[in-house]
């Protein structure tokens, strides 16, 4: 398991199993974890996700222009559920 904190100083992890979700679907970003959890803490770009409790990070440069993290809140502490290259921030 991994851990940073993201702009408002809440712990945000991800585990084992997310990571490996992550990479089987995008395995380019295999050499991005680090870029990812510094991303969180100081996205390029962050709004609110489409769930409630749920933000959507812009972390940059990652294989293609960006790397979009989803984290879940609950109880005050993150997960990131998934993250995937974009090109550009919906």
Known sequence: MWETTDPDDRRVVLSAERW??????????ANELDGILRGLTTPARRRRGRWPDEDW???GPGPTRF????????????????????????
């Open 20 to 29: 490996l979700h992550i990479l089987e679907d995008h395995e380019e970003l």
């Open 57 to 59: 990070y812009l972390a």
């Open 67 to 90: 790397v979009k993290v989803v984290v879940h809140y609950e109880g005050g502490e993150g997960r990131i559920v998934t993250a995937f290259p974009r090109r550009a921030f919906p």
